[in-house]
């Protein structure tokens, strides 16, 4: 893991990200920092995991664990234990793998994930 607050400081912006993976009805862009990764994902009204993702994935639930902070839009995810939630902007979370989720409503979901970007939507 990098050490933040060492050597130089390195700025990006997700306009011009390192990486943008496009799957249906959304995307997410990827901003590289050594060996850490953040990611901007955009997922539209329509979207969902299962429907848009998990071709890409091939794995039943998504297995990303996510630590993240919701800018817009709401999304309902639900556990592979059945429990269910709804986050909404300016809620932060830590959501472990072994989940659905999906845009509800007409309003894109923005999310800004530092923990699982790396793989995530990555074609095998």
Same mark, same amino acid.
């Given at each position: 893991? !990098?050490? &933040?607050?060492?050597?130089?400081? +390195?700025?990006?912006?997700?306009?011009?990200? +390192?990486? $943008? *993976?496009?799957?249906?009805?959304? %995307?997410?862009?990827?901003?590289?920092?050594?060996?850490? !990764?953040?990611? *901007?994902? !955009?997922?539209?009204?329509?979207?969902?995991?299962?429907?848009? $993702?998990?071709?890409?994935?091939? !794995?039943?639930?998504?297995?990303?664990? #996510?630590?993240?902070? %919701?800018?817009?839009? *709401?999304? =309902?995810?639900?556990?592979? +234990?059945?429990?269910? =939630?709804?986050?909404?902007?300016?809620? &932060?979370? &830590?959501?472990?793998?072994? #989940?659905?989720?999906?845009? $509800?409503?007409?309003?894109? $979901?923005?999310?800004?994930?530092? =923990?699982?970007?790396?793989?995530?939507?990555?074609?095998?």
């Amino acid at each position: 893991m !990098t050490s &933040v607050g060492v050597g130089k400081l +390195d700025l990006k912006k997700f306009d011009s990200p +390192d990486e $943008v *993976r496009k799957f249906p009805n959304g %995307q997410i862009e990827i901003a590289s920092f050594g060996g850490e !990764t953040v990611g *901007r994902a !955009t997922f539209n009204p329509g979207w969902k995991w299962s429907k848009d $993702v998990k071709p890409i994935a091939g !794995t039943e639930l998504c297995e990303a664990p #996510h630590f993240g902070y %919701q800018v817009s839009g *709401r999304m =309902h995810i639900v556990m592979a +234990d059945g429990s269910e =939630h709804e986050m909404g902007p300016g809620d &932060v979370a &830590v959501i472990p793998s072994g #989940h659905d989720a999906w845009v $509800v409503g007409n309003e894109p $979901v923005v999310l800004i994930d530092w =923990h699982g970007a790396s793989n995530y939507a990555k074609k095998r």
